[in-house]
């Protein structure tokens, strides 16, 4: 009797970590960030600061990309390819009301990491990623404080969009160490935190652990 082969196992979902939406002493947070990245796995970083100008921007860039980059873990700014670009980040994530994935892929090059956001649509997913976007977000799954939220997303869209689609999709909102793994199970393939990382009570380092912890063993 033939035997059926063997399907290979997903890859462990990963950490995705997002910046708190405002940071007062960027000196100060870079040694935070520096304790986070080096507490566990982290598979990218994204700055998003709202409101911020631009002159505020280019600063957290200046001092947060190489505290990345000495870790290993990309950099992609929020909305601005045009920012991204002019800072020499390795990549963006646009909303639906910002540039678009084609015009960001032309303004950043073949080899940038670029994201977008899609809310709870697998049709926004399948048009981003037709478009050339190298991963998909979805979200919120969960109330969240980090920013305002219109849309709320269920399980399934993961779980379908792991099925049929081989563009990676990223899970968003008040995700936390505690529900990370059913995310992961559902299908997503990277878990966007901020929140939980840097509010938890026991310093962002333990919360980047404790993350890494649940993705490693989700499944």
């Known amino acids: 009797m033939a035997r059926e082969p063997k399907v290979p196992p997903r890859p462990v979902c990963q950490l995705?970590?997002?910046?708190?939406?405002?940071?007062d002493d960027l000196d100060a947070?870079?040694?935070?960030?520096?304790?986070?990245?080096?507490?566990?796995?982290?598979?990218?970083?994204?700055?998003?600061?709202?409101?911020?100008?631009?002159?505020?921007?280019?600063?957290?860039?200046?001092?947060?990309?190489?505290?990345?980059?000495?870790?290993?873990?990309p950099v992609l700014l929020n909305d601005r390819p045009d920012l991204a670009k002019a800072t020499g980040c390795d990549g963006v994530h646009v909303g639906q009301d910002d540039a678009s994935v084609a015009d960001a892929r032309?303004?950043?090059?073949?080899?940038?990491?670029?994201?977008?956001?899609?809310?709870?649509?697998r049709h926004l997913a399948m048009e981003a990623a037709e478009a050339g976007a190298d991963y998909v977000a979805f979200g919120a799954f969960f109330?969240?404080?980090?920013?305002?939220?219109?849309?709320?997303?269920e399980t399934d869209v993961l779980t379908i969009w792991q099925e049929t689609m081989?563009?990676?999709?990223?899970?968003?909102?008040?995700?936390?160490?505690?529900?990370?793994?059913?995310?992961?199970?559902?299908?997503?393939?990277?878990?966007?935190?901020?929140?939980?990382?840097?509010?938890?009570?026991d310093g962002e380092a333990a919360a980047v652990s404790a993350f890494s912890h649940a993705l490693n063993t989700a499944y």
Not at 16 to 23: D, R
Not at 106 to 121: K, N, P, V, W
Request: aromatic letters at 4%.
């Open 16 to 23: 995705y970590l997002i910046t708190p939406a405002s940071i």
């Open 29 to 73: 947070f870079a040694v935070r960030l520096d304790k986070a990245l080096g507490a566990g796995e982290v598979a990218a970083f994204q700055i998003r600061l709202k409101p911020a100008s631009d002159d505020q921007i280019r600063a957290a860039v200046a001092k947060l990309k190489p505290v990345c980059h000495a870790h290993g873990v």
């Open 106 to 121: 032309r303004m950043l090059g073949e080899d940038a990491m670029i994201g977008a956001t899609c809310h709870d649509s």
């Open 143 to 153: 109330p969240t404080d980090t920013k305002e939220t219109t849309h709320r997303a």
């Open 166 to 201: 081989e563009t990676p999709c990223v899970a968003i909102g008040g995700i936390t160490v505690e529900t990370a793994a059913d995310i992961a199970r559902a299908g997503a393939d990277f878990v966007a935190v901020s929140g939980a990382v840097w509010n938890h009570p």
